[in-house]
């Protein structure tokens, strides 16, 4: 046959909407968070998968509002600064304006970003209106009318099934986000639609991807993740890989500095319930297949304060006042905490136990250290890591044969 004849099979394409509770950073520098970042960067050159990412305008204009907002809340400093060094920097609300501006064209054009349009005359206002004054989703029950950003999320969204292809086959078009109401919205009017996916994570997200780029089927992951969830961790199951291979243990040994680690203003940090998500799918070879489980490590950092004023020289915030909150906060980090649990189904739950530390004088001196009992939370946060494993799969879909392949760290964030 003529090379000419030969016509080379067009892969499948997967167009994948982001929402912005999914790509909000706390940054004033980035319009996406590094996770986010990461998972675009890995998945953009598939051989047998094209993947598009999209957002629409409204999210776009958004993120950047929440970026400027951040940006504007550092000009207090910069003003303090300007009269430290007795200089005019000349950074200006404007300045900030066009900067952030930039940022985020700069990044959506690095990143291959395409942004939607909305076509304002295929919407049907009228609709729009009536949903908002009868609380209809995605507007909120409640007295004031709340949803309008996430009803034009959804029409751009609905505008790009429309006007893609219908097969799934061919073409599969996904929204990440966690918003209940937007998702309900969006289930309710592409009920005809079998190429459209509402992933409610990055992590679902992932695994969908995976599964296309694996060329298994959807059907044949979603059959085996349930037996793969329950395989490795189910409640007070004791042949559960978690306990088998003592998780737990491994990780609190393999990451004891990362679960340590507290923010700055803290001195302390207590670890909460562990979470842990179904697994996603990561590949199939052979019979062999892989996944990832994430753990999630909810936390809490918190500052100790004096409860009586100093009565000498030694402030709160002196070098033997700071060594001593040191030392307070090496046998806090010490003390056990709650073990793992499935999201909101805690598996076992331990009160930390502490003490108030204070600061002893001989009887007839006055004391010169003031007693440490006050604790302050300074920020709640979470560590998420993931366990990486594999099991063999039979063709009667009984699983067996499990390894751990790794254990991975990977990030701590504070809200």
């Given at each position: 046959?003529p090379?000419?004849?030969?016509?080379?099979?067009?892969s499948?394409?997967?167009k994948?909407?982001?929402d912005?509770?999914?790509?909000w950073?706390?940054?004033?520098s980035?319009l996406?968070?590094?996770?986010?970042?990461?998972?675009?960067r890995a998945?953009s050159e598939?051989?047998d998968l094209?993947?598009s990412?999209y957002?629409?305008?409204i999210?776009?204009?958004e993120?950047?509002?929440?970026?400027l907002?951040?940006?504007l809340?550092?000009?207090?400093?910069i003003?303090?600064?300007e009269?430290?060094?007795?200089?005019?920097?000349?950074?200006t609300?404007?300045?900030?304006e066009?900067?952030v501006?930039?940022a985020?064209?700069?990044q959506v054009?690095?990143?291959?970003?395409?942004?939607i349009?909305l076509d304002?005359a295929r919407?049907n206002?009228?609709?729009?209106?009536?949903?908002a004054?009868?609380?209809?989703p995605p507007f909120s029950?409640?007295?004031?009318?709340?949803?309008?950003?996430d009803?034009?999320?959804a029409?751009d969204f609905?505008?790009l099934?429309?006007?893609?292809p219908?097969t799934p086959?061919?073409c599969?078009i996904?929204?990440?986000?966690?918003d209940?109401?937007l998702?309900?919205t969006?289930?309710q009017?592409?009920?005809s639609?079998?190429?459209?996916r509402?992933l409610s994570?990055l992590?679902?997200?992932?695994?969908?991807i995976?599964t296309?780029?694996a060329?298994?089927?959807e059907?044949?992951?979603?059959?085996i993740?349930?037996?793969a969830?329950?395989?490795?961790f189910?409640?007070d199951q004791?042949?559960?890989?978690?306990?088998?291979?003592?998780?737990?243990?491994i990780?609190?040994?393999?990451?004891?500095?990362?679960?340590r680690?507290v923010?700055?203003g803290?001195?302390?940090?207590?670890n909460g319930?562990w979470y842990?998500?179904?697994?996603?799918?990561l590949?199939k070879?052979?019979?062999?297949v892989?996944?990832?489980?994430r753990?999630s490590v909810?936390s809490?950092?918190f500052?100790?304060?004096?409860?009586?004023p100093?009565?000498s020289?030694?402030?709160s915030?002196?070098?033997?006042m700071?060594?001593?909150m040191?030392d307070?906060?090496?046998?806090?980090?010490?003390?056990?905490?709650p073990?793992a649990?499935?999201?909101s189904?805690?598996?076992?739950?331990f009160?930390?136990?502490?003490?108030?530390l204070?600061?002893?004088?001989?009887?007839d001196q006055?004391?010169i250290l003031p007693?440490?009992?006050?604790?302050t939370?300074v920020k709640?946060?979470?560590s998420?890591?993931?366990?990486?494993?594999?099991v063999?799969v039979?063709a009667?879909?009984?699983l067996s044969a499990?390894?751990?392949?790794s254990v991975?760290?990977?990030?701590?964030?504070?809200?």
């Amino acid at each position: 046959m003529p090379a000419a004849a030969i016509k080379k099979k067009k892969s499948p394409e997967l167009k994948v909407v982001f929402d912005t509770n999914v790509l909000w950073t706390g940054s004033a520098s980035d319009l996406l968070k590094q996770e986010v970042i990461d998972v675009i960067r890995a998945n953009s050159e598939h051989s047998d998968l094209t993947i598009s990412w999209y957002l629409p305008d409204i999210v776009r204009h958004e993120r950047q509002f929440q970026m400027l907002a951040q940006s504007l809340e550092l000009l207090p400093s910069i003003r303090k600064l300007e009269r430290l060094l007795g200089h005019n920097l000349n950074i200006t609300k404007q300045i900030i304006e066009n900067r952030v501006k930039d940022a985020v064209e700069n990044q959506v054009q690095d990143l291959g970003i395409n942004i939607i349009s909305l076509d304002t005359a295929r919407v049907n206002w009228n609709d729009v209106m009536l949903s908002a004054a009868y609380r209809r989703p995605p507007f909120s029950q409640g007295e004031k009318e709340k949803g309008f950003r996430d009803a034009l999320l959804a029409e751009d969204f609905l505008q790009l099934v429309a006007d893609s292809p219908v097969t799934p086959k061919v073409c599969r078009i996904g929204l990440v986000t966690n918003d209940g109401l937007l998702s309900e919205t969006i289930k309710q009017r592409t009920q005809s639609h079998s190429n459209v996916r509402i992933l409610s994570s990055l992590e679902e997200l992932k695994s969908l991807i995976n599964t296309l780029a694996a060329e298994v089927s959807e059907e044949f992951v979603a059959k085996i993740q349930a037996k793969a969830q329950a395989y490795f961790f189910e409640v007070d199951q004791k042949e559960s890989i978690y306990y088998k291979e003592d998780i737990r243990r491994i990780v609190q040994e393999k990451f004891k500095k990362q679960l340590r680690a507290v923010p700055e203003g803290a001195h302390v940090r207590e670890n909460g319930t562990w979470y842990i998500t179904p697994p996603r799918f990561l590949k199939k070879q052979g019979q062999r297949v892989s996944w990832a489980s994430r753990i999630s490590v909810s936390s809490k950092a918190f500052r100790y304060e004096p409860s009586n004023p100093p009565t000498s020289s030694f402030p709160s915030t002196s070098p033997v006042m700071s060594a001593l909150m040191a030392d307070y906060a090496s046998v806090q980090n010490n003390l056990l905490f709650p073990l793992a649990t499935l999201p909101s189904t805690p598996l076992t739950s331990f009160p930390s136990t502490g003490a108030s530390l204070l600061a002893t004088t001989p009887s007839d001196q006055p004391s010169i250290l003031p007693a440490i009992s006050e604790k302050t939370v300074v920020k709640t946060g979470k560590s998420l890591l993931d366990v990486i494993w594999s099991v063999t799969v039979t063709a009667t879909g009984k699983l067996s044969a499990p390894k751990i392949d790794s254990v991975e760290f990977l990030e701590t964030s504070w809200d």
